[in-house]
């Protein structure tokens, strides 16, 4: 199975009251990271069959915008295992529940999506360091309890691709 993490994009900061944070959303920042992770893998021509998220708000808007820039019309999925206080075997039962599907997208938090994601692909001991940052993507190959990351991609990459995109892609030599 194809394995793709996607952290939350940025929502500003953590409010006091647990209650008031789950429905903190995107900031401007965030939503705009989303949408360029979201057309990345657009022109990579990702496909997904599952889009599942964190039902905090910030997680959603997350997800809903992926889910737009792919043309992904089934309804985002909702699972607790994604919460910010998920554990790693609630999220290896889901990778369980899942098992059908080729490619599938899961959207968190900090700190346990970055075990999340060391442990998948360096085992129990999830010895893998790796710097997560808000909104950005990892692709990972899962074959049963472990897997292969085959590249991460944080929004600040995805915006200088997309501008070097629009540029023109022919050669600026003159012909004579």
């Known amino acids: 199975m194809i394995l793709y993490f996607l952290r939350h994009a940025s929502a500003g900061k953590k409010l006091l009251s647990p209650k008031k944070d789950e429905r903190r959303p995107l900031d401007e920042e965030g939503i705009?990271?989303?949408r360029y992770i979201g057309r990345m893998?657009?022109?990579?021509?990702v496909q997904v069959e599952q889009i599942i998220s964190s039902p905090l708000k910030r997680a959603m808007q997350t997800a809903s915008l992926l889910a737009n820039e792919l043309a992904f019309e089934s309804p985002v999925q909702k699972d607790d295992a994604l919460r910010p206080d998920g554990e790693y075997d609630?999220?290896?039962?889901?990778?369980?529940?899942?098992?059908k599907h080729e490619a599938i997208v899961v959207v968190g938090h900090n700190p346990?999506?970055?075990?999340?994601l060391s442990k998948t692909i360096a085992g129990a001991a999830?010895?893998?360091?790796?710097?997560?940052?808000?909104?950005?993507?990892?692709?990972?190959?899962?074959?049963?309890?472990?897997g292969t990351l085959h590249w991460m991609v944080t929004p600040k990459i995805a915006r200088s691709l997309?501008?070097?995109?629009?540029?023109?892609?022919?050669?600026?030599?003159?012909?004579?």
């Open 126 to 146: 999830g010895a893998a360091h790796i710097e997560f940052k808000k909104g950005a993507v990892a692709k990972v190959d899962v074959n049963g309890r472990t």
């Open 32 to 34: 705009l990271q989303a």
């Open 162 to 176: 997309q501008t070097s995109l629009k540029m023109s892609s022919r050669p600026k030599t003159s012909r004579k």
């Open 112 to 116: 346990n999506f970055t075990e999340f």
């Open 90 to 99: 609630q999220f290896q039962a889901l990778l369980a529940r899942c098992k």
């Open 41 to 45: 893998l657009a022109n990579l021509d």
